[in-house]
């Protein structure tokens, strides 16, 4: 717990450093809140854009994967999304927010359709929120 939390420090005041733009706990908290939203919004409707686009599969439920690596390979995964990059560029934005790295491996091996993959990143993200004690209204 304790080497995760000093990473995580580590990791925002590096985001300051390069981005000038003071980050927060709060923005990482409301960028999770946002994700976690849209994907909420994008699943209630009667069919999520681009449903039938293949992205790499994230192991979300991979416990020797860090969460930055997870959200890193989600972000670029959803950043294959060409067709409807407009629909998903808030979510590939703040996931690039929440893992702050600049490249991380994701491989094609697996696919799935984007229809079971943004419901796999919402049990993650409402994962991270209960994990960290936040409110997730």
């Not at 925002?12 to 908290?29: E, K, N």
């Not at 960028?31 to 994907?39: D, G, H, N, P, Q």
Request: net charge positive; charged share 20%; hydrophobic share 40%.
């Amino acid at each position: 717990m304790l080497p995760t939390l000093k990473a995580a420090v580590t990791l925002l005041s590096l985001l300051q450093l390069v981005s000038g733009i003071p980050v927060t706990l709060s923005h990482l908290q409301q960028a999770l809140k946002e994700i976690t939203t849209r994907i909420q919004a994008f699943n209630s409707e009667a069919q999520v854009p681009c449903n039938d686009t293949r992205v790499a599969q994230v192991p979300f439920t991979d416990p020797k994967l860090p969460e930055q690596e997870l959200l890193c390979q989600a972000q670029v995964a959803l950043s294959k999304v060409t067709m409807c990059k407009k629909t998903y560029e808030p979510l590939i934005s703040n996931l690039k927010l929440l893992h702050g790295k600049k490249k991380c491996n994701v491989s094609d091996d697996n696919e799935i359709y984007l229809r079971h993959f943004l419901p796999a990143l919402g049990n993650f993200t409402q994962g991270m929120f209960r994990r960290r004690g936040w409110a997730a209204q």
